[in-house]
DNA sequence: TTTGTTGCAAAACGTTTGCAGCCTC
DNA sequence: GAGGCTGCAAACGTTTTGCAACAAA
């Protein structure tokens, strides 16, 4: 179900990217994708910088640059669900999923479903090229559905 | 196509939830929803306050507070797109709609899609229960791609 | 050698909060 | 009259920026 990329074959996307935009290939670029690849799920800024900081020394902006190219050669995936600050995700070796979001709790949870991708990405424009999608349903989850009803009377 | 809803049932709406929840009826909050209902397509906190601030006077703080209340009653989304501020539309007299988001330029375009939106509602889940959701597409918008292009070889 | 990138700290940004006074209820 | 709501300004937390030192090309 879920295909496998070689860490090998990202870091030769971004060198790629790195070479085709004349940025430097700096050893902390590839340390924060490398602790990005061994990430499962989602991650923000802060929390990826303190992962950096066990073993690496770098600053919060290195990391914030990283990001952004990461972002650009859409390697990762920016959310920005909460409103304070935005989540990543990998978006490599990652089927292409959806978020359940509940407006109660906050909770962000993952689901794929083929037929959705297909009738989301099937669907042609006129003047607009679309590469990909993001689709959050918002609702209740289980816990919250279930505390509600126990308020109400 | 657009069910036209009048301001008096958008109105009654708003006061029926402020009393089911004991909050108060200001004249600040009612003027608030006046000016959104006046307005088309996205809005964001600032913009909205600028507007209010022509011939009201109110302080950015009611403005998030009132904004707060009404994503609660559902009268209008709220989208957190650039990453910067969030984006506002009211949610009334408004068919679902979903976002064509240009990742060169930024510009947000909406469209409908009846069949989509089957697809997307039908969905059912064990455990969440769904009750709206927000679909964007990601891409190139015209404009765009052909400026790429130039650029290219 | 050139100049993009770094760490650091300070600034910026949208949003939230604390507080005294005001005004619904 | 009680307490929720207001305006104001200061505080907040995430992200960005300025700058001198550094290092990739």
């Not at 971004?14 to 490398?34: C, G, M, N, S, V």
């Not at 109660?104 to 689901?111: A, D, L, P, Q, T």
Request: glycine share 4%; with cysteine.
């Amino acid at each position: 179900m879920k295909e496998e990329v070689s860490f090998e074959a990202v870091k030769e996307i971004f060198t790629d990217y790195l070479k085709e935009h004349k940025h430097r290939k700096t050893p902390e670029r590839y340390a924060i994708l490398e602790r990005i690849n061994a990430f499962e799920g989602h991650f923000n800024a802060e929390v990826l910088y303190n992962i950096m900081l066990k073993d690496y020394r770098v600053s919060l902006a290195t990391v914030y640059n990283t990001l952004e190219l990461l972002l650009d050669c859409k390697l990762i995936i920016k959310h920005q669900l909460g409103g304070q600050f935005a989540q990543y995700e990998k978006a490599f070796g990652n089927n292409t999923h959806n978020h359940l979001i509940c407006t109660s709790c906050g909770k962000v949870k993952e689901f794929t479903d083929k037929q959705l991708r297909i009738s989301i990405q099937s669907r042609k424009f006129a003047h607009f090229y679309s590469t990909h999608y993001t689709l959050y349903l918002y609702g209740l989850c289980h816990k919250c559905k279930a505390k509600l009803k126990n308020t109400e009377s």
